[in-house]
Structure formats: structure tokens, C-alpha cells
């Protein structure tokens, strides 16, 4: 089944102020979908062309070697998207709750601490890439990408990541990413993130 773009979970113009219509339709009907059609006219005709691109993201390094520097990157583009856009919410913001909030104090010391480590590894991600929160199996850590890397070829389990890619904030933000990402958090899903977490955490 060749991979598709899904449909936004809310209208483009649901995250503003924070992120703008015109970046909603050029990020996931033009981006996004250069990813997919890239992805797929990669894996056609390969064993991994049915596979779920979570499965083709952990086992790279089994794919045709011609293929595994494009999979990882437009694969991962098609992965990391899909996640982003149900991270966001026109209702999100605040703080997480209950099982999650424990673990993000525990790890982090702080709910403050861990939006400043969040922050941080996204600002310092050198060009293009993602600021991630996953968990590696022990616990909850704080990782950064490049370019369209999921954390999930490497073992880890994603649970909230934001886009650093200049695509994502340039039209409002500029060359501003620190204030992107600090507006960001007014979106963030947290029942979503929540969600994820319970799955890895048991």
C-alpha cells in the first residue's frame, strides 16, 4: 500500500496566530507530500513497498543500499510529518497530566526544565531538523535529528518532536526560531503526547 499524505486533523487556519494558514498548506499539501511520492517511488517494486514506514524506518540498514540514504530521508519526511500534524491541536497548549507529567518532572526536574532542554536542542540543531521528546526504553530523554532522522531508526520511541526545518516557521517567524518555538507550545496536543507515552510506558 504506497504511503498518502492524511487529511489535517483541523482546518489550516486553526493554529493561528501561531502557525499561519499559508504555512499549514505549503507545509503539509506541498512538503508533505513531495515526501510521499518520493518515499514511494523509492520503495516500488521492493520488499518494503507494503511494509508501514515505521517498520522500513527500523530496519534501514536491510533495505537495497542504493535506496537507504533516500528512504531514511523522504521515508522519514513522510513519518516525522504524519506524527507533527496530530501533535498540534487549535485546543492545545498548557501542560501534560498525570502519568506523563510525573515522568517529565522525574526526568527533567521541571516542566520548565524540560521546555528549555526542548527548546534548546531544537534552536542549537545546526540547518534542518527536529527537536525530539522520546522514550529510549528506560526512560524519558531529549534528542535532536537532522534533517528528516526519525528517532525511531535508532531504537527510541518518538512522543512529541517539533520541526525545525526553516519551511515550517519562516513566513511568520523569519529567522526567528527560538520565538517559533516558544509560541509552538500554545499548540502542542498533550492528550495526544499522553497517549503515546502510555503505549511505551506500560
Avoid: C
Avoid at 512538503?31 to 518515499?39: F, G, P
Avoid at 534501514?60 to 496530530?86: C, I, M
Amino acid at each position: 500500500m504506497a504511503y498518502e499524505v492524511p487529511p489535517l486533523p483541523y482546518d489550516y487556519n486553526a493554529l493561528e496566530p501561531t502557525i499561519d494558514d499559508q504555512t499549514m498548506h505549503l507545509h503539509h499539501d506541498k512538503h508533505h507530500q513531495a515526501y510521499v511520492n518520493a518515499a514511494n517511488g523509492l520503495l516500488e517494486g521492493t520488499e518494503w513497498a507494503d511494509k508501514p514506514v515505521e517498520e522500513v524506518l527500523q530496519n534501514l540498514d536491510s533495505l537495497p543500499s542504493d535506496k537507504q540514504t533516500g528512504v531514511r530521508n523522504q521515508a522519514g519526511g513522510h513519518y516525522n510529518h504524519s506524527l507533527f500534524w496530530e501533535w498540534m491541536s487549535p485546543d492545545g497548549g498548557g501542560e501534560p497530566e498525570g502519568a506523563l507529567a510525573d515522568a517529565i518532572n522525574s526526568a527533567f526536574g521541571s516542566f520548565d526544565e524540560f521546555k528549555a532542554q526542548f527548546k534548546d536542542a531544537g534552536v542549537k540543531r545546526f540547518g534542518s531538523g527536529w527537536s525530539w521528546l522520546v522514550h529510549d526504553g528506560s526512560g524519558l530523554t531529549i534528542v535532536s535529528t537532522a534533517n528528516q532522522d526519525n528517532p525511531i531508526s535508532d531504537g527510541k520511541t518518538p512522543l512529541l518532536g517539533v520541526d525545525v526545518w526553516e519551511h515550517a516557521y519562516y513566513l511568520t517567524y523569519q529567522n526567528r526560531r527560538p520565538d517559533y518555538i516558544d509560541a509552538w507550545w500554545n499548540v502542542v496536543n498533550w492528550p495526544k503526547v499522553a497517549e503515546g507515552f502510555s503505549k511505551v510506558s506500560g
